[in-house]
């Protein structure tokens, strides 16, 4: 792992108090950040202190249509998402109101690639639910690097901001989502030193200040914060650290540093596909979550070593495992906190954990390499019975595409045709390669 992806690890991790249980089903990027399925975001909560909680204890009210209407309001704003969303869903009289309080959540912020705005935001190029995005009001734009190349190119040793792209990527977030109130742009590429208006790239910059006055916009940076080479303290501080800062563009075109962000990052919901093309979209979608899964087991056993010295009332104080590290942790937390600064190239190993912790980590470890192994069997009979079928049989399975695009109204945008369509051509230029 790069140093500067450190600060996503930490963010990813549960530190003291845990009120909830050791998540695996944990999703968590190649840049160790942490995402969320939106099955899991509105799963009813298990945790044990739930019946304990004012939620609990309000979800269970047998009387609470008897309250008065502020009353209601009152206890739906102190509900979880998912309280909220089977409110949506079972009562037509909380309906509208626990809708609105699900989708306004401030702390929750569903996901979208950059790439796909500044194409135009073509339904054909996604499979996400279009439907879904209707309503969705808080929008975290994942902004990879190279597309600072694709905004501001540069041409005979000059630059030039390409507005083109600029006006396609607000017009694209505009038409998809109608309601959208905030977006946050996470800009994951390499970090700057120190602040102000420096720190967002150009590209970015003027990415921003063409954002429509209607939305609230901020950026996501990492920064490189440097230490002072001198250091009085007993305990060793790193030189340098990573950060991810959130920066807002005032109306004064000064950037200022918000005080926090939204903590939760949720995957759009797929949208079903029916034929060999649908199979192929869905398989691949669960191969990508798989692989999430891989990568989040490396965080997990950080924590889940964590909570078997300090979870439930435990107070076992212990010294870091790593050979030539003389660290020693004496509260819940401070284990976490080091591996990340200090350990964070050493992701994968399980055989710092105690015997009993690590059979569950290596066994998971063998779940998920053989889920991952059958999604590569799936994917070999789908070339097989692509390859293997003759030109009328093609013809139909190109047919059932066309007539989902035309459903799902992508006609407008690809002419009724799945060759013009970049899922079609995704399909066949695997159907033709040698990758998955």
Known sequence: MHPEFACNLLEALSLPPWREKLDWGLHITSKWEKRILFSSYVR??????????????????????????????????????????????????????????????????????????????????????????????????????????DIWPEKNGERAVRQDLITTFWNSIKRRFPRVKRVSINHSGEPRIGGGFDTVPPPLQALVQACPCTIEISVLILERQHFPSADTSTEIQPRETWQKSQYRLTGGHVWERADSRHSETILLPMRQFRGLVGRFET?????????????????????????????????????????????????????????????????????????EIRALFEERAILLEERRGQAKTQFSRMRDEWNNAGQEERIAMERVWTEQLESNNLGDVTGGKASNNKIWECFLEWANGSYY
Not at 109 to 117: K, Q
């Open 283 to 355: 398989l691949k979608h669960r191969s990508w979550r798989i692989q999430l899964q891989q990568q989040g087991l490396w965080p997990l056993a950080i924590e889940a070593l964590d909570r078997h010295h300090f979870d439930q009332g435990r107070n076992e104080p212990f010294a870091c495992p790593w050979p030539e590290c003389d660290a020693y942790f004496d509260k819940g937390g401070a284990w976490t906190k080091h591996a990340v600064v200090s350990h964070y190239q050493h992701a994968g190993p399980f055989s710092i954990l105690p015997d």
């Open 44 to 149: 009813p909560i298990t945790s044990t202190s739930t019946t304990n909680s004012y939620e609990g204890r309000a979800a269970s009210f047998p009387h609470f249509g008897k309250l008065s209407a502020e009353l209601q309001l009152h206890i739906l704003g102190v509900c979880s998402a998912s309280t909220l969303f089977q409110l949506m869903r079972v009562s037509s009289a909380l309906r509208t109101e626990a809708s609105k309080l699900f989708w306004a959540n401030p702390n929750a912020y569903f996901v979208v690639d950059a790439w796909w705005l500044l194409d135009g935001g073509y339904p054909g190029y996604q499979c996400c639910d279009l439907a879904f995005l209707q309503n969705v009001q808080n929008v975290e734009i994942a902004y990879e690097p190279y597309l600072n190349r």
